[in-house]
């Protein structure tokens, strides 16, 4: 559908059980405003 999930600010935990379940490439993880703006089209 031409959608995608991301993940902003995820807690350490949250981050922790994504890495161990290997989804972190699924899933790109925004750490700040910064990367959520980088994603943006200008």
């Given amino acids: 559908m031409g ?4 993940l902003y600010r995820p807690t350490p ?5 994504m890495e161990t379940a290997q ?3 699924f899933f790109p ?10 994603l943006l089209p200008d």
């Fill in 3 to 6: 959608r995608r999930l991301l």
């Fill in 13 to 17: 935990e949250a981050v922790h059980t």
């Fill in 23 to 25: 989804l972190t490439g």
């Fill in 29 to 38: 993880i925004l750490g700040d405003e910064e990367d959520l703006l980088a």
